[in-house]
């Protein structure tokens, strides 16, 4: 398991485009198909919340509900920050909305795949009401990003972008007692429109909520297309035709906002694009949606547990009279039961991994244990011998001393 925890630790400085925001709306679900007058025709009912937990492909025993719901629903449903909303208005149907940590959270322990999760949602007639798109520039060790946030107000406030954005609002954090800057945010558009741009400093955020950050950490630019609507519904349907989330994030990007260099043409349309944007473009058109890797999901549940779950159940545990190993021999057994095939496949994908890497670790252990017998044996050899000559060396310097020399002591 070693080899997995440096994988996450090895530091990142190329760009990643990720899902950052899900918000749909269902209201019913194909059940079968019929044919009437030779055209098949697919029948639906309206859908229910056992619908909801088969299409996220997350058991309902992971969920909780909650005391009061959100957006108009009287009701919801939580599973950390993935929730289920329902119990609005008769037209309002079912909300399931992930913010970033909830799509970060899916993600690591439910997930088989932006890709094929859309794909769900979309044969289920879902309304997408909002998708955000994100590209990470994460730097370490000095690097520095394409460019500092600070920089693009300074060039809005210059007049070198161009945009079919009409403004920029810049907002920024300033610790008072030194003066230090603690975040520089942008935004681009209306919240309410159906694109709107957040360009922000990601690791100034994530300080502010107390959640540590990597030591040799240089920059963390968040860049995000918050879409809504019909702008979600579409980049929805050019992910899952095969088009890279890179491509998309580029020609909306491209298309709504440039920096540019300044020259004496007075069309500011024809000054050329700044490298520094230039560049950025470039690498973005390459960017596929990233997903956490599967082998960390497993890692990332039994960290969840040992720091999030281990103290509650110790309470029960001990509330309970402290009633032995058969308790938590029954609770596994209750919970392979409710295993869902998705779970059955992580596990088993991750527990193959497991044992071929821990046979390879007592391999190595072995021939590493062996060849420090060799090499100890190896240097008790050069020690012996060392002193052996030693020994001798004295031994023929004491047959050479003569008397003369034996008066002199």
């Known amino acids: 398991m070693t080899e997995l925890l440096e994988i996450e630790k ?4 190329e760009l990643i485009s990720l899902v950052d925001w899900v918000g749909v709306t269902l209201k019913t679900i194909p059940i079968d198909s019929v044919v009437d007058d030779g055209r098949e025709v697919h029948s639906r009912r309206d859908i229910v919340l056992d619908d909801i937990y088969k299409l996220l492909a997350i058991p309902e025993s992971e969920f909780r509900e909650m005391p009061r719901g959100l957006l108009g629903y009287s009701k919801q449903m939580a599973c950390g920050d993935i929730r289920i909303l329902y119990a609005g208005k008769a037209d309002m149907g079912y909300h399931v909305q992930m913010s970033g940590q909830g799509c970060r959270q899916y993600e690591s322990y439910w997930s088989l795949g ?15 009401a909002r998708l955000d798109l994100a590209i990470d520039d994460i730097r370490y060790n000095g690097d520095e990003p394409y460019f500092w946030v600070s920089d693009l107000d300074r060039r809005n406030r210059g007049g070198v972008c161009r945009s079919k954005w009409r403004n920029s609002r810049p907002m920024s954090t300033v610790k008072l007692s ?12 209306s919240n309410q429109s159906d694109i709107m741009l957040r360009i922000y400093e990601k690791n100034f955020e994530r300080e502010a909520a107390e ?8 920059a963390w630019n968040r860049i995000e297309l918050q879409l809504r609507n019909d702008r979600a519904m579409a980049t929805v349907s050019h992910i899952l035709s095969g088009i890279p989330s890179g491509e998309i994030i580029f020609g909306l990007l491209k298309n709504y906002i440039n920096y540019v260099d300044r020259t004496d043409d007075s069309n500011k349309a024809r000054w050329p694009i700044s490298e520094f944007w230039s560049e950025f473009l470039g690498d973005v058109e390459k960017l596929r ?5 599967p082998d960390k999901t497993i890692p990332a549940k039994k960290n969840w547990l040992d720091n999030s779950v281990s103290a509650t159940q110790a309470e029960v545990w001990w509330a309970l009279g402290s009633p032995g190993e058969d308790y938590f021999v029954e609770m596994m057994n209750r919970g392979l039961e409710k295993m869902s095939e998705e779970q059955w496949a992580r596990a088993e ?18 021939v590493r244990y062996a060849d420090y017998i060799a090499r100890q044996n190896e240097h008790s050899e050069e020690l012996i011998n060392s002193l052996a000559k030693e020994y001798l060396d004295k031994i023929k310097g004491d047959a050479s001393t003569s008397p003369k020399d034996l008066d002199a002591f």
């Open 114 to 128: 932006w890709e094929a999760f859309f794909e769900r949602l979309y044969a289920a007639d879902a309304d997408f």
């Open 289 to 293: 949606l990233s997903s956490r890797a």
């Open 10 to 13: 090895q530091p990142r400085s």
């Open 349 to 366: 994908a991750f527990r193959t991994m497991y044992l071929a890497e821990k046979e390879t670790a007592a391999d190595l252990k072995e």
């Open 178 to 189: 030194t003066g230090e800057s603690r975040g520089h945010t942008i935004y681009y558009g």
């Open 211 to 218: 959640m540590e950050l990597e030591e040799d950490l240089t």
